[in-house]
């Protein structure tokens, strides 16, 4: 993460891109139509659905994982290498740009960052925006896939249920137990998996918790032991994954599929709470 006040001071860096990921599910224009209006100076507006992911198949789940080929020349045409710092932002939920950050560090781009709180707090800072579309000079992006950021269904399958792996699914608690599933056709969640809403990742304003308190919010998972996160799509686990991080989390994977992948197969189980 990145604090708007640095960012702010990094904009004057020329090596430095915006990404914006204002996006709205309901209205898949919004994000678009947002950035024409006014935006981050040095900005470059990427989609989750067009940008990050790829069409829905039959196994995936809601927001397949974009081809990583095609994901890092998307990175070159927009004027990225491995030398430039990349922000991405959105309306300040913090999810299509974790969204971003993760693929951007799957890719093997070490310098991403999520701006905390979004658009939202630079808009509250009162700094600059603008309209203008900046003119990008492509670069070469060699990507370099970070295998041990994604899991797959079978290993999930084969571990979920083990004493020393942390299936963590980051829904919010009435989907977890089943109550109400308001997306997709069935209700529950995967076995072995606990609750830790993505949302308790963030403090009132809509900001990231401090460490500490990270910390202490991941604390019924044991640090070291292989940590699993996922969700409805693969798009909000991606906050829980940053959270871990942040908290000093190291081994830490995003099932990129999630609990829509899961139920695509037949066979497998879900779980209830009664």
Same mark, same amino acid.
């Given at each position: 993460?990145?604090?708007?006040?640095?960012?702010?001071?990094?904009?004057?860096?020329?090596?430095?891109?915006?990404?914006?990921?204002?996006?709205?599910?309901?209205?898949?224009?919004?994000?678009?139509?947002?950035?024409?209006?006014?935006?981050?100076?040095?900005?470059?507006?990427?989609?989750?659905?067009?940008?990050?992911?790829?069409?829905?198949?039959?196994?995936?789940?809601?927001?397949?994982?974009?081809?990583?080929?095609?994901?890092?020349?998307?990175?070159?045409?927009?004027?990225?290498?491995?030398?430039?710092?990349?922000?991405?932002?959105?309306?300040?939920?913090?999810?299509?740009?974790?969204?971003?950050?993760?693929?951007?560090?799957?890719?093997?781009?070490?310098?991403?960052?999520?701006? &905390?709180?979004?658009? #939202?707090?630079?808009?509250?800072?009162?700094? +600059?925006?603008? *309209? $203008?579309? /900046?003119?990008?000079?492509?670069?070469?992006?060699?990507?370099?896939?970070?295998?041990?950021?994604?899991?797959?269904?079978?290993?999930?399958?084969?571990?979920?249920?083990?004493?020393?792996?942390?299936?963590?699914?980051?829904?919010?608690?009435?989907?977890?137990?089943?109550?109400?599933?308001?997306?997709?056709?069935?209700?529950?969640?995967?076995?072995?998996?606990? &609750?830790?809403?993505? #949302?308790?990742?963030?403090?009132?304003?809509? +900001?990231?918790? *401090? $460490?500490? /308190?990270?910390?202490?919010?991941?604390?019924?998972?044991?640090?070291?032991?292989?940590?699993?996160?996922?969700?409805?799509?693969?798009?909000?686990?991606?906050?829980?994954?940053?959270?871990?991080?942040?908290?000093?989390?190291?081994?830490?994977?995003?099932?990129?599929?999630?609990?829509?992948?899961?139920?695509?197969?037949?066979?497998?189980?879900?779980?209830?709470?009664?």
């Amino acid at each position: 993460m990145i604090d708007v006040n640095i960012a702010n001071k990094l904009r004057l860096n020329k090596n430095v891109v915006f990404l914006d990921c204002r996006f709205q599910l309901s209205n898949p224009e919004y994000g678009l139509s947002e950035y024409k209006k006014n935006h981050i100076p040095l900005s470059r507006y990427v989609d989750l659905n067009n940008d990050l992911s790829s069409p829905v198949q039959k196994h995936g789940g809601r927001h397949p994982l974009p081809n990583l080929n095609v994901f890092g020349n998307l990175l070159g045409d927009l004027g990225i290498d491995h030398d430039t710092i990349v922000i991405c932002y959105d309306d300040g939920t913090n999810d299509n740009a974790a969204r971003c950050w993760f693929l951007c560090n799957l890719v093997g781009h070490q310098y991403t960052f999520v701006l &905390n709180g979004g658009y #939202k707090k630079w808009m509250e800072n009162d700094f +600059e925006v603008t *309209t $203008k579309i /900046e003119e990008v000079i492509p670069k070469k992006f060699e990507i370099n896939v970070q295998d041990y950021m994604i899991t797959s269904m079978n290993e999930v399958k084969e571990n979920g249920e083990k004493e020393d792996f942390n299936l963590i699914d980051s829904r919010e608690l009435i989907r977890y137990i089943g109550e109400f599933e308001p997306i997709d056709r069935i209700a529950g969640h995967i076995p072995g998996a606990k &609750n830790s809403f993505w #949302k308790d990742v963030l403090n009132e304003s809509g +900001e990231f918790k *401090t $460490k500490e /308190e990270l910390q202490e919010l991941f604390n019924p998972f044991k640090n070291g032991d292989e940590t699993v996160v996922y969700c409805g799509s693969g798009v909000t686990g991606c906050v829980n994954y940053l959270g871990l991080v942040e908290a000093g989390y190291t081994n830490v994977k995003l099932y990129p599929g999630s609990f829509s992948d899961w139920i695509s197969y037949e066979e497998n189980v879900v779980k209830r709470e009664k």
